[in-house]
């Protein structure tokens, strides 16, 4: 397994990724199928650019299996901050220790910006599985949004969670 920052070379596999992610898990994102599969190509390939995000991805022969993303802040006072997102690895890679990989990856990754203080998150209550690897990788809970997420007539809390950049 290759783990290594995404490129617009990569839009194609990188898009039909987070569309069956947000497919198969629509509860544990915030954006939709319906919403992202209307959306341009050249609006996927504008988020491996590396200017507002950064999208690492793991590969197996070529094949993109797991992908995690570092969005930046851009106003002033908040470039301290970085937001991760949409971690997912497809079900063949469940449990392997992959997602693990792709955060530790990413947290090395974001100690490398200068400036960078920490990275918080946010992940569906009940998601013990995505929960408990966020805290193996040093996050710790400070709040709970309630009904962050409609799902159909379903509403779904978000834990906040926050943790500093490796120095």
């Known amino acids: 397994m290759q783990i290594q920052r995404l490129t617009p070379e990569d839009v194609e596999q990188y898009r ?9 898990h629509p509860q544990a994102f915030t954006s939709s199928v319906r919403e992202r599969e ?19 991805g793991a590969f197996s022969e070529g094949r993109l299996l797991g992908i995690v993303g570092l969005a930046f802040e851009l106003r002033e006072k908040a470039r301290h901050k970085a937001t991760l997102f949409g971690l997912y690895v497809t079900g063949e890679q469940r449990n392997s220790g992959l997602g693990y990989q792709l955060v530790q990856s990413l947290l090395v990754e974001a100690a490398e910006y200068d400036g960078l203080r920490l990275v918080q998150l946010t992940v569906t209550a009940g998601n013990d599985a995505a ?18 997420v409609r799902v159909a007539d379903d509403y779904f809390d978000k834990i906040h969670m926050w943790r500093e950049v490796p120095q």
């Open 16 to 24: 039909v990724l987070m569309l069956e992610a947000y497919d198969r």
């Open 38 to 56: 209307k959306l341009p190509l050249a609006w996927w390939a504008a988020r491996l650019d590396g200017e507002l995000d950064l999208l690492l």
């Open 131 to 148: 929960l408990s690897l966020y805290r193996r990788c040093g996050f710790v809970q400070f709040g709970l949004e309630p009904q962050a």
